[in-house]
């Protein structure tokens, strides 16, 4: 005759000397709630990407570059006259290849999805962003649905499509 699940982790608790005086279910329902509901919401956040109805526009000056922790992807800090933002662009791959080069001083409009960071920083996930210099060009990082355009099919870092058509 064998053990229940239940007889089983509660046993495998006991022999670890970790089960709360309330009980193995009590204990699952903590971690759940402590553990994975915190980072089930830091991926779904994560996967919700782009929101229109947060959608605004900007206009500063760059002030500086970092590799964000959102997917890796390239920040830009741009300050305007009202406060500095974070600006997520691209994949570094990805912005290399448009030649989207942002320096210190550069003057850009940016179009872009408004969050506030886990820190309570503004930050914008890009749709667009123009270069506010003569013969400056405009950066579309969004389609008109608002998928990434890195991510659209034939457009990979190794992708032989976009070494044959660097414009795509």
Same mark, same amino acid.
């Given at each position: 005759?064998?053990?229940?699940?239940?007889?089983?982790?509660?046993?495998? *608790?006991?022999?670890?000397?970790?089960?709360?005086?309330?009980?193995?279910?009590?204990?699952?329902?903590? *971690?759940?709630?402590? =553990?994975?509901?915190?980072?089930?919401s830091h991926l779904y956040a994560q996967e919700?990407?782009?929101?229109?109805?947060?959608?605004?526009?900007?206009?500063?000056?760059?002030?500086?570059?970092?590799?964000?922790?959102?997917?890796?992807?390239?920040?830009?800090?741009?300050?305007?006259?009202?406060?500095?933002?974070?600006?997520?662009?691209?994949?570094?791959?990805? =912005?290399?290849?448009?030649?989207?080069?942002?320096?210190?001083?550069?003057?850009?409009?940016? =179009?872009?999805?408004? *969050?506030?960071?886990?820190?309570?920083?503004?930050?914008?996930?890009?749709?667009?962003?123009?270069?506010?210099?003569?013969?400056?060009?405009? *950066?579309?990082?969004?389609?008109?649905?608002?998928?990434?355009?890195?991510?659209?099919?034939?457009?990979?870092?190794?992708?032989?499509?976009?070494?044959?058509?660097?414009?795509?």
């Amino acid at each position: 005759m064998g053990i229940s699940k239940k007889e089983f982790v509660t046993g495998m *608790f006991k022999k670890i000397d970790i089960v709360p005086p309330l009980g193995v279910e009590v204990f699952l329902m903590v *971690f759940f709630c402590l =553990v994975v509901l915190p980072t089930a919401s830091h991926l779904y956040a994560q996967e919700i990407g782009y929101d229109e109805n947060t959608e605004i526009t900007i206009r500063g000056t760059v002030v500086g570059t970092h590799q964000s922790p959102f997917h890796g992807l390239l920040a830009v800090l741009v300050q305007t006259d009202a406060c500095l933002y974070s600006v997520l662009t691209g994949p570094r791959w990805f =912005v290399d290849r448009m030649g989207l080069h942002l320096r210190g001083g550069t003057g850009v409009e940016v =179009v872009g999805s408004k *969050f506030y960071d886990v820190h309570g920083s503004i930050t914008l996930v890009s749709r667009s962003i123009r270069i506010l210099e003569p013969g400056g060009r405009l *950066f579309v990082l969004r389609d008109n649905s608002c998928k990434p355009v890195w991510m659209v099919s034939g457009c990979s870092e190794s992708s032989c499509l976009r070494v044959a058509h660097p414009d795509r």
